[in-house]
T-cell receptor
Framework: GENVEQHPSTLSVQEGDSAVIKCTYSDSASNYFPWYKQELGKRPQLIIDIRSNVGEKKDQRIAVTLNKTAKHFSLHITETQPEDSAVYFCAASSNYQLIWGAGTKLIIKP | DAGVIQSPRHEVTEMGQEVTLRCKPISGHDYLFWYRQTMMRGLELLIYFNNNVPIDDSGMPEDRFSAKMPNASFSTLKIQPSEPRDSAVYFC????????????FGEGSRLTVL
């Protein structure tokens, strides 16, 4: 079955710098890759997603890239701000459900 | 729409007691999911429903866990008897699709079993 690995588990960056979180997946048939943000004590919320017919997608300071050949996708956050501090989860679709990465705790240092 | 509504938000109970968690999905969403989140195991899919019918319950950890969806606007997750290792945050989520669309999560039910 599908397996999604996410790295790093914790990422600490200076405010204003960029952050990159990477995920790899195993099922070449996966075709949908969302990213969710979960602030402390809150629910996960979708921040951006990409489908397999697209290589890159941007939404203001966040972007996702997908390399289907290598079976990996990444989340890029530019000009990080304190409100970006959260746990970020990647996921990949497989058959009838999403398979989740383990999460990355992003810490923004002032 | 008010979003996915879960109750209770917090529950503290003693080992052996029955626990019932409730969820009201977003109106019009055909899919409802129950997830469990812990530090050790991350987000785990327990079960999901399509049009009130359970489709996959392979994530339900044991027979102590059961879930029902008697109608399109209500679902329950029951644990009987509860054990300390069941302590977790339980999220309900709903969606228009099973795997390729946005999941809308409720605020979660934090369960502590003493």
């Amino acid at each position: 079955g599908e397996n999604v690995e996410q790295h790093p588990s914790t990422l600490s960056v200076q405010e204003g710098d960029s952050a990159v979180i990477k995920c790899t997946y195993s099922d070449s048939a996966s075709n949908y890759f969302p990213w969710y943000k979960q602030e402390l004590g809150k629910r996960p919320q979708l921040i951006i997603d990409i489908r397999s017919n697209v290589g890159e997608k941007k939404d203001q300071r966040i972007a996702v890239t997908l390399n289907k050949t290598a079976k990996h996708f990444s989340l890029h956050i530019t000009e990080t701000q304190p409100e970006d501090s959260a746990v970020y989860f990647c996921a990949a679709s497989s058959n009838y459900q999403l398979i989740w990465g383990a999460g990355t705790k992003l810490i923004i240092k002032p | 729409d008010a979003g996915v509504i879960q109750s209770p938000r917090h529950e503290v109970t003693e080992m052996g007691q029955e626990v019932t968690l409730r969820c009201k999905p977003i109106s019009g969403h055909d899919y409802l999911f129950w997830y469990r989140q812990t530090m050790m195991r991350g987000l785990e899919l327990l079960i999901y429903f399509n049009n009130n019918v359970p489709i996959d319950d392979s994530g339900m950890p044991e027979d102590r866990f059961s879930a029902k969806m008697p109608n399109a606007s209500f679902s329950t997750l029951k644990i009987q008897p509860s054990e300390p290792r069941d302590s977790a945050v339980y999220f309900c989520a709903s969606s228009l699709t099973a795997k390729a669309g946005e999941l809308f999560f409720g605020e979660g039910s934090r369960l502590t079993v003493l």
